[in-house]
């Protein structure tokens, strides 16, 4: 029985593509934290990942790209406010996120597997970890997210975006599908069932954010 990356539960059938659908595979979801994931048969390759990345436009000089972060910053501002110390996980070739964090007054590093693979070696002294466009390609999520904590001080926050999974009747129409290195969708219920799996308060402002509080003392 095929499982879940996330909570080890069975998968069910959810979503199949057609002759001509430009998804990588067929999708299930799962029973026990509702993860929509893709066939395990069509996940990428690390060679793969690094190529297709660098097919990305997300560049520091892109307003667009700009707008699209910058609807994390009100959330994060009141959860987390400057002067703190953070780490932005997968950064990707242009840290955007960073730079524009650094210009609101907070104290940033980076860290992506791909393109920045040195961890900061500090743990235990960072006030929050940002994490955008990245839940959704990661193959080990749990073990990924609790590497973040243990950079974190207690009640430290760990800041997601990810686009969340529509409706059934309109995922065949979903454009952030169509990403071969998007491997698992979240939406608010399977957050939910990360925040209490890890103990971990959480906050979801807009849609496709999510703000994780880890235990204060």
Known sequence: MVRCPLCTSPLDPFFSRGVRDPSPGDYQRCRGCSLIVLE????PTPAFEREYYQTHENRPD????????GRLLAPLEAQCPPPAQGVDWG???HPVLAHMLRARGYSMQTHDPVFAPDRPEARACFDLVTCTEVLEHLHDPIATLGEMATLLRPGGTIAIMTGWPPPA???HRWH????PTH???YGPDTLRWIAAHLGWEIHLPAPDIALFRTPRP
């Open 40 to 43: 395990r048969r069509c996940w």
């Open 62 to 69: 892109d307003p667009g790209y700009r707008r699209f972060l």
């Open 91 to 93: 950064c990707g070739p």
């Open 169 to 171: 009747a309109a995922f």
């Open 176 to 179: 952030y599908r169509r990403d």
């Open 183 to 185: 491997v698992a969708f």
